[in-house]
């Protein structure tokens, strides 16, 4: 691949290192104000080319006296003359990439010299010509720095291609997800390697996370990169959802986008049919079902203490599956006896009993099922399908963390079972799908005190030993563990205000520090810091609207309108649904 021609030079490089990034003094015709944190700049060396984020933007002069004294603000003739020798502006930059031609030189020089394959013909102090030149393209991580007086360039939309793809490259599964913030020229993740390992994306609430996971979850789908498993807690990616902002508006859920390639189970059938959901299938769990590590998980939701975990497991070992139901229909005098035989402790057993009488309140629970509603999601995701659950009504954290750790456990057990199957047989066909499972308030499953115990914590770092990988959504990522943080492959960050939360963002990324400013400036929506095992390099964004167009864009079915009247109607039922 030939290297792009470079524009008008923004400044040179003065200062720097490997670990501390390098100083730019810009040009005198260059303005500040023009340069932006998160900004693409290209560093031209003079073997390499070096791809860098702006990281911060200074102000410096050349003498003390000028601050002591400084002009007059009307007197633009002193200020011109100080511009550039006297004052001027300075940025850092963090290089990320870089890349070293491997040149095939045909041409005859006067001089007998290799040239600088960079530096066009003509170039005073270099030999008159215009070698033909053929390069390999090949991004290596940066391990040097360019020399002093090197040039920083705008980033051109071939640079971006160069280093993010394209989204019609037949060879990956590339998907645009948004735009740097001065240019209109897409920024691609790679899906394949998106899905190989657990994501995340993070910000604080009303920063667009909900969006992003839905384009996101829309870009696995349409690009057939693996097949989703989503525990849609506020019922914002199955079907329509609200959109934030003064007007009441929707947007179309994935069931609408994708309607042969998405199956939606719902906890709720009353709240769901209210919203107009079309052909969703009711979802029932059993008390048989339950074990002790669901119950473990939802301790603080059931006001648990230890103890009664101690007493839960003597019950398990006693009475099997059943024995959820077997306490809850046990007296006084029944758990007395047992605790005399068994050893348990009366008062926690009696405590656990009381506790989980709320169990009895929840809408999808029942003494037995007609069918096994878990397999039924298996065979759903096995055929290639995805599969979103809604939770409507049932949507507190015990409900949605009793569920989705009942059924994430079981789906695992499975795919544990058929990746072994694959790797004694080695036949493509027993290979399974690559399952992405998407779970809200992350930090809930992924807590440093329970973190070890939970199902979401071994999958998190099995990484994709066994085809299944967790989308962590999450406006807290200072409550997750530290070791699972490390173990997620790529962050897609919206604003962070709480220190503590950023930097959990850049637990076990290199070169972190530098990037901890551009996660702080960025704008309270549509803008995301991307970094990680997808992207070549750390890019800020301007996140791609999902919208009209977007449906278009990914090959959207015709969504049936509805009368007015119906739509006010849903609307109002909508609203209510989401305790507006």
């Known amino acids: ?41 290209v560093v031209q060396g003079m073997r390499s080319r070096f791809f860098c984020m702006l990281t911060d933007v200074a102000l410096g002069m050349a003498n003390q006296r000028i601050i002591a004294n400084p002009p007059n603000w009307n007197d633009t003739f002193l200020r011109d003359v100080l511009a550039g020798s006297g004052t001027f502006g300075t940025v850092n930059l963090a290089p990320m990439l870089m890349f070293t031609p491997e040149v095939e030189e045909d041409f005859s020089p006067t001089n007998g010299k290799s040239v600088n394959p960079f530096v066009p013909a003509g170039t005073k102090g270099l030999a008159s010509f215009q070698p033909q030149t053929s390069t390999t393209m090949e991004l290596l991580p940066v391990k040097t720095i360019p020399s002093h007086f090197s040039q920083v360039y705008e980033a051109s939309e071939e640079d971006f291609r160069r280093v993010f793809g394209w989204e019609d490259d037949i060879h990956r599964k590339n ?82 986008l994708f309607p042969d390639r998405v199956e939606v189970y719902t906890l709720d059938p009353a709240s769901t049919k209210r919203r107009g959901v079309k052909n969703a299938q009711e979802l ?42 077997q306490l809850i229909n046990m007296t006084n005098e029944e758990i007395k006896m047992f605790c005399e035989e068994k050893r348990g402790h009366q008062g926690s057993i009696t ?64 795919y544990v079972g058929k990746s072994e199957i694959f790797l004694q047989s080695g036949n493509v066909a027993d290979k399974p799908n690559q399952l992405v499972i998407t779970i809200e308030e992350a930090h809930r499953f992924l807590d440093p005190a329970i973190v070890s115990s939970t199902i979401f914590g071994t999958i998190a770092r099995e990484m994709r030993k066994y085809f299944v990988t967790l989308l962590v959504v999450d406006q807290r990522p200072s409550g997750i563990d530290n070791e699972v943080m490390s173990q997620i492959g790529t962050r897609v960050t919206a604003l962070l205000n709480d220190e503590k939360d950023i930097e959990a963002i850049f637990t076990g990324v290199s070169g972190g520090a530098a990037l901890r400013s551009v996660l702080a400036k960025l704008d309270s929506k549509q803008q995301a810091l991307i970094l990680g095992h997808a992207v070549p390099m750390p890019v800020v964004v301007r996140t791609r609207p999902y919208d009209e167009k977007f449906y278009a864009e990914i090959g959207d079915q015709i969504w049936e309108e509805k009368p007015d009247n119906e739509v006010f109607a849903a609307a109002e039922l909508a609203k209510a649904d989401l305790g507006f």
């Open 1 to 41: 691949m030939q290297l792009g021609q470079l524009g008008q030079p923004l400044g040179s490089v003065t200062q720097g290192s490997l670990t501390g990034g390098l100083e730019v003094r810009l040009h005198p015709d260059i303005s500040v104000e023009d340069m932006r944190v998160g900004k693409f700049l």
């Open 175 to 256: 998907f645009s997800i948004g735009k740097p913030l001065d240019m209109d020229v897409p920024v691609c993740i790679d899906l394949d390697r998106f899905v190989e390992r657990s994501n995340g994306i993070f910000g604080k609430s009303g920063t667009g996370k909900s969006f992003l996971t839905r384009l996101l979850l829309a870009g696995i789908v349409r690009k057939n990169a693996g097949v989703n498993l989503i525990f849609d807690m506020h019922s914002e990616y199955g079907w329509q959802a609200v959109c934030e902002g003064k007007e009441y508006s929707t947007v179309k859920g994935l069931k609408q």
């Open 284 to 325: 029932y769990l059993s008390y048989d079902q339950i074990e002790v590590e669901d119950i473990r998980l939802c301790s603080r939701d059931l006001g648990l203490s230890e103890a009664s975990l101690d007493n839960a497991n003597i019950l398990c070992a006693e009475f099997g599956k059943g024995w959820i139901l």
């Open 351 to 414: 405590a656990l009993q009381r506790k989980l009488m709320r169990l009895e309140k929840l809408k999808y629970m029942r003494s037995a099922c007609p069918q096994n509603y878990i397999n039924q999601i298996l065979k759903t995701l096995e055929a290639g399908k995805n599969v979103v659950i809604e939770f409507g009504s049932q949507s507190d954290m015990l409900s949605y963390m009793l569920v989705t750790n009942m059924i994430t456990r079981r789906i695992h057990q499975h």
